[in-house]
């Protein structure tokens, strides 16, 4: 069984093309990182994964089916800026959002929900601040209690946008521990990811994406220097002068 | 002094202020306060046109006028945004300013038609709570009620789709009709207040109890509770005021008892001057002593 199939998928912002003609097939279990430059589609992709986008052709079938948001297979984990942290709300409020789609509509969380939220916000270092308003969370907290709220809506299937983007070392470590010991309960997980340097050491699977599906695989076949060229293009040429080919390949 | 009547009106208004607090807190978090307050203006053109229509100053009949238009003003909003360049703060300007001019050209003619001298429709300008009869009464009461009874129905589920529509989206909530009754809601606080706000100001009693409240909390529930605390006194008190002089509009009296209270609270709340000149004073003494 496939965790993500995607045939011919085509998404388009008013008269741009984002992506075109996009297809993978991922087995389940995986550690994903989908890597490419800024503005390849990346979030475009996710989002139209997870049926966001009204203008799209193709097909994606998640676990060998059409995505029924309310199977709630699928734990989403946004961009931190993606919303307003000013709202008046506590960090263990937003975990239980994660709850929600189990707890049905009109109703309100029952004491397991609110047991499995706190065991969420554990999970991630953060029980201490469960009461905290969500506007005095650093980012690295932040991040951490959108993971928690994704924990806690005990999904199969993970899909993360850029959860590193501005995180301190201490909080990456944690999220990709979380990451992997999900893996480890056969679980698959998709991140937007920006740093080459660490996609080796953090992910088995790897799609490489520019406006299009340029390779996916294994990591070990994927991410080669010959398949990064083709997927930066030109900016390639100046991390390998700065980094060394070799040291992220 | 305090007629029964008066109790009545007042208890009205109280209700009024209270489902105004709680749906201006989710609109004003869903930072579409403006929308309300062009829906508002957009009632006037509805009042107008249905007493030019049907020649009766039945309450029922204009309302529904004022739905029409108000709903009417912020479909235009929505569209204007979503399918030009033109950002949303312009797009409220350009509607809420055609929808009233519109208003105010079908108002002048109502007053110079025969029937324009009674019609009493320059009251829902600036809200006129004494001349409610008790068959308006009934109608703001029974509208209030709905709209607080609605709104903690969907209180869980608002709170999501406001601060995270693409997460709501992918968990299988029913993201647009949950807006869509939002923004039904927000019309209705609108048109069950013009009678007795007025149009102009009927903004301001979604606005200012929920910035207000928000002053005070950093919890969704409390400040909705103190959002419509504060709506309910500010309108209970409005009309009070209001009625001890003959001739004074009930609209702006309950909009200087609502900013009374903002300013209080912009002034003694945990999030207001004056702690946080405290804060600074204590922080600076901190400084010396280490």
Known sequence: MYALTVENLSVAYDKKIVLENANVTVPTGRLVAIIGPNGAGKSTFLKAILNQLPNKVGKIEILGKLFDPKSLVVGYVPQRNAVDWDFPTNALDIVLMGRYGHTGLFKRPSKQDKQLAMEALESVGMQEFAERSIGQLSGGQQQRVFLARALAQNATIYFLDEPFAGVDAATEKTIIDILKSLKAQGKSIFVVHHDLQTVKEYFDYTILLNKTILASGVTEDVFTPQQLQKTYGGKLFMMQETLGANNIC | ?290
Not at chain 2, 54 to 71: F, H, N, R, Y
């Open chain 2, 1 to 290: 002094m305090l007629s029964g009547n008066l109790l009545w009106v007042m208890l009205g208004t109280m209700l009024l202020g209270t489902a105004a607090g709680i749906t201006g807190t989710f609109s004003f978090l869903q930072k579409q306060s403006l929308v309300g307050d062009a829906a508002a203006h957009a009632a006037l053109p509805g009042i107008a046109i249905a007493f030019l229509l049907t020649g009766q100053k039945d309450l029922p009949i204009l309302i529904v006028g004022a739905a029409i238009t108000s709903a009417l003003s912020v479909y235009c909003i929505q569209w204007i945004v979503a399918f030009s360049k033109i950002k949303a703060d312009a797009a409220i300007g350009l509607v809420l300013t055609v929808f009233f001019g519109i208003g105010v050209v079908f108002l002048t003619v109502v007053n110079h038609s025969p029937l324009g001298n009674q019609s009493g429709l320059n009251d829902f300008i600036f809200g006129k709570a004494a001349t409610m009869t008790k068959v308006d009464l009934a109608w703001l009461f029974i509208s209030a009620t709905i709209i607080i009874i609605v709104s903690l129905l969907f209180y869980k589920e608002w709170k999501l789709l406001i601060f995270d529509p693409v997460y709501a989206r992918g968990i299988g909530l029913p993201v647009e009709a949950l807006k869509a009754i939002l923004t039904v809601l927000i019309v209705l606080t609108i048109v069950t207040g013009i009678q007795s706000v007025g149009v102009i100001l009927m903004s301001a009693l979604l606005i200012i109890p929920a910035v207000s409240a928000r002053l005070w909390t950093i919890k969704l529930s409390s400040m909705l509770i103190l959002s419509a605390a504060i709506g309910g006194i500010s309108g209970m008190l409005g009309t009070f005021i209001s009625s001890m002089r003959t001739g004074l509009s009930t609209g702006p009296i309950i909009v200087l008892v609502a900013s009374s209270i903002f300013f209080i609270s912009y002034l003694i709340s945990p999030a207001g001057r004056l702690n946080k000149y405290l804060r600074k004073i204590q922080f600076r003494k901190q400084g010396e002593v280490g």
